[in-house]
């Protein structure tokens, strides 16, 4: 029994390395830079070792996207609890778009490149946990509005400004600008 958990934690282990590997190399020159040999090189293991773990370069992918889903989600409950009473909108939004601009690789591995996960009513534990730091927020603001419906496009409108702001779509000098409209017809009943 002592042999066959010591085997699991090393292979956790490995996973845990490659996943982090991987995430290091893509935030320091780009996910097209994340290649099965390049993390073999850089972890020193052979590729079929890579390969017993997971499938390919996308299930790496999908992994490193849900290290950084229970992160955002970490963020999201600490922007929400720390906030003052009715400011919680304000704090959540600003700590979406901070997080995208802070990790860039790590949020276009989860909104972009992850292949295998779902999102909705099948999602995977760790998704459904960001959506309900997500709907603590919108959901008391949807008045008569279906909450679910509410959160979700709550959840795009951010999310829309997370992505135009990082591909330097819109005008940097109308940031706060665009978050106030954004805050104030959300915060609407």
């Known amino acids: ?106 949020f276009e591995a989860i909104f972009t490149l992850a292949e295998g996960l779902t999102f909705g009513v099948d999602a995977p534990e760790v998704l459904k946990a960001a959506f309900a730091e997500l709907y603590a927020v919108f959901a008391p603001l949807a008045g008569d509005r279906d909450p679910d419906a509410f959160t979700e496009v709550g959840w795009a409108a951010i999310h829309g400004l997370a992505v135009l702001n990082r591909g330097g779509r819109l005008r940097p000098d109308l940031l706060e600008q665009r978050l106030s409209i954004l805050l104030e017809r959300f915060a609407r009943p």
Not at 3 to 25: D, P, S, W, Y
Not at 72 to 92: C, I, Q
């Open 1 to 106: 029994m002592a042999t066959q958990q010591r085997r699991e934690r090393e292979r956790a282990q490995r996973e845990t390395l490659i996943v982090n590997a991987a995430r290091e190399m893509a935030e320091a020159d780009g996910w097209p830079s994340v290649t099965i040999r390049k993390l073999a090189e850089r972890i020193e293991y052979s590729q079929p070792v890579l390969y017993s773990h997971f499938a390919g370069r996308g299930a790496i992918i999908d992994a490193v996207a849900l290290q950084g889903i229970a992160e955002l989600t970490a963020v999201f409950k600490a922007a929400r609890t720390a906030a003052e009473p009715g400011d919680e909108l304000a704090a959540l939004a600003q700590a979406y778009l901070d997080f995208a601009t802070a990790n860039p690789a790590l």
